[in-house]
Nanobody, 125 residues
Framework: QVQLVESGGGLVQAGDSLRLSCAAS????????MAWFRRAPGKEREFVSA????????YYADAMKGLFTISRDSATNEVFLQKNNMRPEDTAVYYC??????????????????WGRGTQVTVSS
């Protein structure tokens, strides 16, 4: 089992930077990848970014490339998501996810068998 706890959400102003953290505990050595998804009000959950455990290769949704940066600290089993210049459309619940099922399809929610509870990010204009 793996437990995931997100932090770093809250109310930010448009133009601010945001850094979310996800702390993983438990059988983290079994993980192929960790990822961030988000669900905006009234919208479906969408993939933001993932990072592969074997080599820290990062993957981004096309719409997120150049906007978000994912990183990982293997020593502390934490994954981070950074974005500068937050915009109101970034308002969403951000979820951390972890995958011990398969080492591919990192942009698919079905790949991930562990999920955090999410952290709310609200961007005011």
């Amino acid at each position: 089992q793996v437990q995931l706890v997100e932090s770093g959400g809250g109310l930010v102003q448009a133009g601010d930077s945001l850094r979310l953290s996800c702390a993983a505990s438990g059988r983290t050595g079994d993980l192929y990848a960790m990822a961030w998804f988000r669900r905006a009000p009234g919208k479906e959950r969408e993939f933001v970014s993932a990072i592969r455990s074997s080599d820290d290769k990062a993957y981004y949704a096309d719409a997120m490339k150049g906007l978000f940066t994912i990183s990982r600290d293997s020593a502390t089993n934490e994954v981070f998501l950074q974005k500068n210049n937050m915009r109101p459309e970034d308002t969403a619940v951000y979820y951390c996810a972890a995958d011990s099922l398969r080492d591919y399809y990192y942009d698919a929610a079905s790949t991930y068998n562990y999920w955090g509870r999410g952290t709310q990010v609200t961007v005011s204009s």
